[in-house]
Nanobody
Framework: QVQLVESGGGSVQAGGSLTLSCAAS????????MGWFRQAPEKEREGVAD????????YYADSVKGRFTISQDNAKNTLTLQMNSLKPEDTAMYYC?????????????????????????WGQGTQVTVSS
C-alpha cells in the first residue's frame, strides 16, 4: 500500500518561503515519477513540479520556474518542494503524488506533461496561503 504524507504548509507573506515535504512509503521502484500539484478554490488541479526518481530529471510549471525547487532524498524516501519568493497566486492546497512504475519513454512524456491523470497515488494535501 503506497502512502504519501505531506507536511510543511502554512501561511506566509508575499516574498516569503516555505518548504513542503512528502514522506513516501509502500513501494521501492525507482522507475517512476513523483511530483507536486496544487489546486486553488474553483480551479483545476495543476502540476507544479515533478521529478523522475530513477534519473533525477525535473520539470517545472512556467509559473514557478526560478522560484520553486523540487528534490528527492532516496535514503529517506522523502520528496521536498522548496518555495521561495511566494506570491498570493501561489495560494492553494498542495498535493504530493506518485506514478506507478513506468517505461523510460512513458516517464519522460509524463514528466513534461505533468498531467494529474498520469499519477496514481496521492497524499491528503497541505494548505499554503500567501498574503499580500
Amino acid at each position: 500500500q503506497v502512502q504519501l504524507v505531506e507536511s510543511g504548509g502554512g501561511s506566509v507573506q508575499a516574498g516569503g518561503s516555505l518548504t513542503l515535504s512528502c514522506a513516501a512509503s509502500g513501494y521501492t521502484s525507482s522507475r517512476n515519477l513523483m511530483g507536486w500539484f496544487r489546486q486553488a478554490p474553483e480551479k483545476e488541479r495543476e502540476g507544479v513540479a515533478d521529478i523522475y526518481i530513477g534519473g533525477g530529471s525535473t520539470y517545472y510549471a512556467d509559473s514557478v520556474k526560478g522560484r520553486f525547487t523540487i528534490s528527492q532524498d532516496n535514503a529517506k524516501n522523502t520528496l521536498t518542494l522548496q518555495m521561495n519568493s511566494l506570491k498570493p497566486e501561489d495560494t492553494a492546497m498542495y498535493y504530493c503524488a506518485a506514478t506507478r512504475e513506468l517505461s523510460w519513454w512513458a516517464a519522460i512524456r509524463a514528466l513534461r506533461s505533468m498531467s494529474p491523470a498520469d499519477f496514481s497515488y496521492w497524499g491528503q494535501g497541505t494548505q499554503v496561503t500567501v498574503s499580500s
